[in-house]
């Protein structure tokens, strides 16, 4: 694996950090993110991304993973960070098929086992990572002991209204081989360099958001916009099918911001409902980046988050 950069100072995470670049079965060229700890490890905990995300934004959650005692192992998508984009606009949001995800996860799952990451193995997923996530553990390919989820994308927040056009207009731009093209309403500049921290759908924290603001201003390069047609068709079509599958054994703790409007919650409380050793937790007072809260509500995701590991250690 070559070197890859990372921005450690914008990371605001632990300076011990290695970034190495790694390719997929399809030849995709993606960044992947070592935080090893300092401290007799626990095991290591993988950090699967929301969309339009990059590792550098987890630095500050790597620093609260050390304290606890883990290494954290983190990846850029294909489409965003600093992985190889998918489309000529480098700010769509773009996939061709979910089943390419999983080709990532592959990916860093070889590139752990090169590393020699510390087991046992840990998965958070937030956002896109938990749709991701969920998959790859209920299908066998990522061999973790538990998992957590925030804010996870098993169905997109929509009025049947705008469920039923997105949908319609989705598969046709897709149909049309249009997929490249942005989804209604959005567009192709970064959300939080183009929304006042008081209209913001992600935190309530002004500290965090202006982190946000930061990492997107000094890393330009890895910024995406709005999702495109074929992202949004791809989703539709993955949470589906998701929603129809039964739920692994291993344990789980699940978190929703109580005012998230992004994903919705009622998908979430559904699939823990059905999940053996599983646990869903409605976070009052947070919007959808539940690690990037205020303090109590962050401190306390990560408490339980970590308390639930230490149980499988």
Same mark, same amino acid.
């Not at 773009?94 to 752990?112: F, G, N, P, R, T």
């Not at 193995?121 to 996530?133: D, E, P, R, T, V």
């Given at each position: 694996?070559?070197?890859?950069?990372?921005?450690?100072?914008?990371?605001?995470?632990?300076?011990?950090?290695?970034?190495?670049?790694?390719?997929?079965?399809?030849?995709?060229?993606?960044?992947?993110?070592?935080?090893?700890?300092?401290?007799?490890?626990?095991?290591?905990?993988?950090?699967?991304?929301?969309?339009?995300?990059?590792?550098?934004?987890?630095?500050?959650?790597?620093?609260?993973?050390?304290?606890?005692?883990?290494?954290?192992?983190?990846?850029?998508?294909?489409?965003?960070? @600093?992985?190889?984009?998918?489309? *000529?606009? /480098?700010? #769509?949001?773009?996939?061709?098929? =979910?089943?390419? +995800?999983?080709?990532?996860?592959?990916?860093?799952?070889?590139?752990?086992?090169?590393?020699?990451?510390?087991?046992?193995?840990?998965?958070?997923?937030?956002?896109?990572?938990?749709?991701?996530?969920?998959?790859?553990?209920?299908?066998?390919?990522?061999?973790?002991?538990?998992?957590?989820?925030?804010?996870?994308?098993?169905?997109?927040?929509?009025?049947?209204?705008?469920?039923?056009?997105?949908?319609?207009?989705?598969?046709?731009?897709?149909?049309?081989?249009?997929?490249?093209?942005?989804?209604?309403?959005?567009?192709?500049?970064?959300?939080? @360099?183009?929304?006042?921290?008081? *209209?913001? /759908?992600? #935190?309530?924290?002004?500290?965090? =958001?202006?982190? +946000?603001?930061?990492?997107?201003?000094?890393?330009?390069?890895?910024?995406?916009?709005?999702?495109?047609?074929?992202?949004?068709?791809?989703?539709?079509?993955?949470?589906?099918?998701?929603?129809?599958?039964?739920?692994?054994?291993?344990?789980?703790?699940?978190?929703?911001?109580?005012?998230?409007?992004?994903?919705?919650?009622?998908?979430?409380?559904?699939?823990?409902?059905?999940?053996?050793?599983?646990?869903?937790?409605?976070?009052?007072?947070?919007?959808?980046?539940?690690?990037?809260?205020?303090?109590?509500?962050?401190?306390?995701?990560?408490?339980?988050?970590?308390?639930?590991?230490?149980?499988?250690?």
């Amino acid at each position: 694996m070559d070197t890859a950069p990372f921005h450690i100072h914008v990371a605001e995470g632990p300076i011990n950090v290695f970034a190495y670049w790694i390719h997929t079965e399809d030849n995709v060229r993606l960044r992947v993110t070592y935080w090893p700890t300092d401290k007799v490890s626990k095991g290591s905990i993988f950090i699967f991304q929301g969309r339009t995300e990059n590792n550098e934004k987890y630095g500050r959650t790597a620093e609260e993973i050390h304290k606890a005692g883990y290494n954290t192992f983190a990846i850029d998508w294909r489409g965003q960070g @600093l992985s190889d984009r998918l489309t *000529d606009d /480098r700010m #769509t949001g773009h996939i061709l098929k =979910y089943s390419d +995800y999983q080709k990532d996860v592959a990916a860093m799952i070889d590139a752990a086992s090169a590393l020699d990451l510390p087991k046992p193995w840990y998965l958070i997923g937030h956002s896109l990572g938990a749709c991701i996530g969920l998959r790859s553990i209920t299908e066998g390919l990522l061999p973790v002991s538990a998992c957590a989820f925030t804010a996870p994308l098993w169905d997109i927040n929509l009025s049947l209204f705008q469920r039923y056009a997105a949908w319609s207009l989705a598969w046709t731009a897709q149909f049309l081989g249009k997929g490249h093209l942005y989804a209604p309403g959005t567009r192709g500049e970064s959300y939080v @360099l183009n929304t006042a921290f008081e *209209d913001n /759908r992600l #935190t309530h924290d002004p500290g965090m =958001y202006q982190y +946000y603001i930061n990492i997107s201003k000094s890393l330009v390069d890895q910024q995406i916009g709005g999702p495109s047609m074929g992202w949004l068709f791809q989703t539709l079509k993955e949470t589906r099918s998701l929603s129809k599958m039964s739920s692994p054994s291993i344990p789980c703790i699940t978190f929703c911001g109580a005012e998230d409007s992004i994903v919705a919650a009622p998908a979430a409380q559904n699939r823990m409902a059905r999940w053996p050793n599983g646990a869903f937790d409605l976070v009052q007072g947070a919007k959808h980046d539940v690690l990037y809260e205020s303090p109590n509500i962050r401190e306390s995701v990560i408490a339980k988050i970590c308390d639930l590991f230490a149980a499988e250690n």
